[in-house]
């Protein structure tokens, strides 16, 4: 009987360890953040990344970096018919 009960008893510790180890409480006036960033598609090699983190050209067109939209531009004024 004691050790059906020390079982029962360790059993409920460890559940509510873990249960407080997953929910982490928020601070009076912290939000939880819900919304995903969209994703945007680098036109030169076609790496993925956040929106906040890409460059944006003039026309609308995301680059993974600086050097990206520069090579993309120089490939644009060398052959025209290249999309």
Known sequence: MNKLLLVIIAGLL?????RG???TPLRPGEKR????????????????LPKS???IDGRGGFF????????????????PFVD
Not at 33 to 48: H, I, K, L, P, Y
Not at 65 to 79: I, P, T, V, Y
């Open 33 to 48: 953040e819900t919304s995903a960033e969209d994703m945007v598609r680098c036109a030169q090699c076609g790496v993925n």
């Open 21 to 23: 180890y997953r929910e």
């Open 64 to 79: 993974c970096s600086q050097e990206h939209l520069r090579a993309h531009s120089s490939d644009k004024q060398r052959d």
């Open 14 to 18: 460890v559940y509510w360890i873990f």
């Open 53 to 55: 983190e890409s460059v």
